[in-house]
């Protein structure tokens, strides 16, 4: 079966710190992969998503960046934290290929709680 | 381009009553629709999905969903609500055409109240 990890669970920044967070997806291979942001009493945000290795896509313009090192790693970072950086973040995957199953639903990782302070 | 609209914010029902959350969707090709929750501090879980088969879809917790085309809509429901219930509900969509992306609506906080 597939399971989706990420981390840390929490954590608590300086503004004008860097961050990372990572995402891996087990039991599948070639998957979509994506990142979001809930705001405090917000809906979802989708910040970026990817269909392979080194492919990104950015949806809004912000001081955070994506990449995807390897297959099944998705990692979000930023070089200078803000105090709007501060969130819940979610990572997602799917299968790519609707011919293989795939039916366009996202599978969601534990997220991460981050603070800016 | 698609979009969902999830109408009230919040809702509030007593244990053991119905349960409906709304859900409208725009789509200018037939749609896949999906019905997730979320607890607190936690990741989102799929409820349930429409992918043009059936359009009465049951899901896990005793929830269900109704596709209606001529209404646009995808509406949650469960005859009788548990207080385990209480979490937030999205609804979301994606047409079924090769886009991998799903469009959410802004989510409904369902309270259960003793």
């Known amino acids: 079966s597939q399971t989706i990890h990420q981390w840390p669970a929490t954590l608590v920044q300086p503004v004008g710190s860097p961050l990372s967070l990572e995402c891996t997806v087990e039991?599948?291979?070639?998957?979509?992969l994506y990142w979001y942001r809930q705001a405090a009493g917000r809906g979802l945000q989708l910040l970026f998503y990817?269909?392979?290795?080194?492919?990104i896509s950015s949806e809004v313009p912000q001081n955070l960046s994506a990449s995807r090192p390897q297959d099944r790693q998705f990692i979000l970072s930023s070089k200078k934290l803000l105090l709007s950086d501060s969130g819940f973040y979610l990572c997602?995957?799917?299968?790519?290929?609707?011919?293989?199953?795939?039916?366009?639903?996202?599978?969601f990782g534990p997220g991460t709680r981050l603070t800016v302070l | 381009a698609q979009s969902v609209t999830q109408l009230g914010s919040h809702v509030s029902v007593s244990e053991g009553a119905l349960v409906l959350l709304r859900c409208n969707y725009s789509?200018?090709?037939?749609?896949?629709l999906f019905w997730y929750v979320q607890y607190p501090n936690q990741g989102l879980q799929l409820l349930l999905k429409?992918?043009?088969?059936?359009?009465l879809v049951k899901g896990i917790n005793g929830f269900e969903a109704e596709f209606k085309k001529s209404e646009t809509s995808f509406h949650l429901t469960k005859p009788s609500a548990h207080m385990s219930d209480a979490a937030e509900y999205f609804c979301?969509?994606?047409?079924?055409?090769?886009?991998?992306?799903?469009?959410f609506g802004t989510g409904t906080r369902l309270t259960i109240i003793p």
């Open positions: 997602a995957w799917s299968v790519k290929d609707r011919l293989a199953g795939g039916q366009g639903e996202q599978f």
């Open positions: 039991g599948t291979s070639n998957p979509n």
């Open positions: 990817s269909v392979g290795i080194g492919q």
């Open positions: 789509s200018s090709v037939p749609p896949y």
């Open positions: 429409y992918t043009s088969a059936a359009t």
């Open positions: 979301a969509v994606s047409e079924n055409f090769g886009n991998e992306k799903l469009t």
